[in-house]
């Protein structure tokens, strides 16, 4: 292991994850590596094994113009390259008349050449003609499983490996081998499982940047990079670009225990993601030169692309097959008038939208089960205990019982399940299920037995055997694909669409009956208002008569009775004149005019025969009130009321003084009525807009209608009232339109 300070001494069981192998410090063998200052050209790094392989040993060129080692004209080259900021292209030249392939790379602050022997001349027709065929084979098959295999020959009869395999990746990065081209003495590998660690994270992101990879000698003596820091920022030289990189101890040892002696190693790329890896072993040393890497690289782009498009193929054909039925369900849904029945009654049931045993439909707490299903007991508790808690509407699994241990009892019907919550409610869910399918998983040496911590090494050691160990893998289902999980998605949104209208039209159904209750109100009132008008004129109108031609001969008594007739029939008129105003407010179109809020105040100040009955008044309106647009008789009857409130309340003040103004406020004209009267308790001032909420005792007459109505107008016009005031301090009252 090198001595790197940023490399671990001491590597924890568990954290294979964490191997920096792109800093690792150390080149293979079969070329150098040489990195310089990006700007001074200044050679500042170089790999140990430079007097080998340039016949120039490295401490001769630490510290020297990298022209002095490739020459003025390659050196011009790469200044060019450098300073156009070109995607660095990899050259052939000659240094002490041996050729080297220079693959140049800009890592950090330095620009690194790996020197590679050309080795053994690519024939340029061979060249031609071996890609001709990768293309025409690569088009021809028809399945994804062809193509691997298609993959596998080609590479092994073009590079010659003695046994080539095709990994495949499942969803938690465990491999298989689903093809292999192999020499007839080896034993088959074909179908054997290897777990995610074998391949750690910071591994599989390394495929992205160096698609190509090879050890040529498993058994090669690591080259050591000297100096190890980098003299331009005293970092380690970041290798991860590096064709020559040198390999993880761990996995030079996990090879070795495979008794591999060279290694090739290509991502397979589907859809941006990485699908798999193209692996080749030899049992020697084995070079391929950059050339033949190139081929590879190419062949596993075509691969790569023909494999995207069988994918992509697949998942559209699936799309398709679930839009139909999606179709169906959602016909079945109108025709039924019912989601339940919709999606589990009829020729489609939304279990037909993918493969599985059974499902659940859960609506407002209800729940329906189609097919082979938990019972409706186990299926409730699922989604109260577990599913209704999760934040995400989607989730699946193909392990249930990893998650929620209580699945074990239903292991035969829902091993496997994948849930969509309908709209926000936790009472609404559909859940597809999938049974238990035993597996016999055959892996490459028992997965358990992954690494061991090997103390005279104080690194992981990876697992020594690699014999086939069969596992049996109980409570799991098939897994979930791309497509079925769309297809949940899919349909949640036809549904949940559904469910919303639904609750549109309910809300709009209650809105109907509360408009028709309103009308109903409003018409009882009327009517009420109306009857009872009848006998008041009789009260009055004999109490009339009683005054003007019998009240000579009353008593004081009944003097007194007879006015009281008088002034409670007069009270009375007023309450249903206002009830019923305030009842029609609401049915009366607006007559929208401009008008001089003068004027209008004027008017009503006047009609209220103000010198007379409020004698001690002062009062005080604002010149040039701005005009108002509205309702003339409706704002008419808001100023009254406003206007009547702060006389009455007033009224017993030492200097009764009313004003009446305007502010402009964001475009808004904000009438206000002031007075300096008994004022209420602030935290009345929404309540008393209510209809019949009085706060003012029994020393003033009023009904409480007042400001009911002064709202319910103004709130037609759009607008707002409001009011501010402290007991025995006055009180505000403003509003717009
Ligand atoms: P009414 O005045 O007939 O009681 P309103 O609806 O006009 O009914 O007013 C409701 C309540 O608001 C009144 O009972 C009173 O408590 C309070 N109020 C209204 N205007 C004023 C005011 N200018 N000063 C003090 N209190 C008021």
Not at 37 to 43: A, G, L, M
């Amino acid at each position: 292991m090198s001595q790197n300070s940023q490399y671990p001494e001491e590597v924890d069981l568990s954290s294979c994850e964490k191997e920096p192998i792109h800093i690792i410090g150390k080149t293979q063998s079969h070329g150098v590596l040489v990195a310089s200052d990006k700007e001074t050209f200044r050679i500042t790094q170089i790999g140990k094994n430079s007097g080998e392989i340039f016949g120039i040993s490295h401490s001769d060129l630490l510290g020297k113009q990298l022209e002095e080692l490739v020459g003025s004209e390659y050196g011009q080259f790469l200044r060019n390259l450098v300073d156009e900021d070109e995607l660095l292209e990899v050259r052939e030249i000659s240094i002490h008349d041996t050729s080297f392939v220079a693959i140049p790379h800009i890592s950090g602050e330095s620009l690194v050449v790996d020197f590679e022997p050309v080795g053994k001349s690519a024939n340029s027709f061979n060249f031609q003609a071996q890609l001709t065929k990768i293309l025409n084979n690569l088009n021809a098959s028809e399945t994804s499983l062809e193509l691997c295999e298609d993959v596998a020959r080609i590479t092994k009869n073009i590079f010659g490996y003695d046994r080539v395999m095709v990994y495949r990746f499942d969803e938690e990065w465990n491999g298989q081998v689903v093809a292999e081209e192999r020499e007839e003495h080896l034993e088959s590998w074909l179908g054997l499982h290897y777990p995610a660690s074998d391949i750690p994270k910071q591994a599989r992101e390394l495929f992205f940047k160096n698609r190509v990879r090879i050890i040529s000698d498993v058994n090669y003596q690591p080259v050591e990079i000297t100096p190890q820091f980098s003299p331009i920022n005293g970092e380690p030289l970041d290798l991860s670009k590096s064709k020559l990189r040198g390999v993880s101890p761990i996995h030079i040892e996990y090879l070795q225990n495979m008794k591999v002696g060279a290694s090739l190693t290509a991502a397979l790329i589907s859809n941006g993601k990485l699908w798999g890896l193209l692996a080749c072993h030899h049992y020697s040393a084995r070079f391929i030169n950059y050339y033949q890497r190139q081929t590879c690289e190419f062949l596993i782009q075509i691969f790569s692309n023909e494999l995207s498009l069988k994918e992509s193929n697949l998942f559209l054909k699936q799309i398709d097959k679930q839009a139909a039925v999606r179709e169906q369900l959602l016909k079945q849904v109108h025709s039924a008038g019912s989601i339940r029945k919709g999606l589990s009654e009829g020729n489609a049931r939304f279990t037909d939208v993918m493969d599985c045993c059974g499902g659940a439909i859960m609506l407002k707490g209800k729940i329906k089960l189609v097919g082979k299903t938990p019972d409706k007991k186990q299926v409730k508790s699922l989604i109260k205990e577990f599913l209704a808690k999760k934040s995400e509407s989607l989730f699946f699994t193909k392990n249930l019982i990893q998650f929620y241990p209580a699945a074990k009892r239903f292991q035969d019907s829902g091993s496997g399940i994948l849930s969509v919550r309908l709209g926000q409610s936790d009472k609404d869910f559909l859940i597809w299920f999938r049974p238990e399918v035993v597996q016999l998983v055959d892996w490459g040496g028992n997965p358990q037995n992954k690494a061991s911590y090997d103390e005279e090494k104080q690194r992981l050691t990876p697992r020594k055997s690699f014999e086939k160990w069969t596992q049996e893998l109980t409570g799991v289902s098939a897994a979930w694909k791309d497509y079925d999980l769309s297809a949940a998605r899919l349909l949640r949104e036809s549904v949940s669409y559904v469910i919303l209208e639904n609750q549109k039209k309910e809300i709009n159904d209650l809105n109907d009956q509360l408009v028709e209750a309103h009308n109903e109100l409003e018409l009882f009132s009327q009517g009420l208002s109306h009857d009872l008008k009848a006998p008041l004129r009789g009260i009055d109108g004999y109490a009339h008569i009683l005054k003007e031609d019998y009240y000579s001969k009353l008593e004081k008594d009944g003097k007194l009775a007879v006015d009281t007739i008088l002034s409670s029939a007069e009270e009375m008129r007023d309450l249903i004149d206002n009830i019923l105003s305030f009842a029609g407010v609401s049915n009366q179109d607006l007559n929208k005019s401009v008008n001089s809020s003068s004027h209008m105040v004027q008017d009503i100040l006047v009609s209220f025969n103000v010198k007379n009955n409020y004698p001690h008044t002062s009062i005080e309106i604002e010149e040039n009130l701005p005009k108002i647009i509205g309702d003339r008789r409706m704002l008419g009857q808001v100023w009254s009321n406003l206007l009547a409130n702060a006389l009455k309340y007033s009224e017993k003040a030492e200097n009764p003084k009313i004003e009446v103004g305007s502010a402009a406020h964001h475009n808004k004209t904000i009438y206000f009525v002031k007075d300096n009267g008994i004022g209420f308790d602030p935290k009345f001032s929404e309540d008393i807009f209510d209809l019949f909420s009085r706060r003012s005792g029994d020393d003033y007459t009023g009904s409480g209608i007042g400001l009911a109505i002064a709202k319910k107008i103004v709130e037609k016009h759009d607008g707002e009232i409001w009011a501010e005031s402290k007991p025995g301090e006055g009180s505000t009252f403003y509003f717009y339109v």
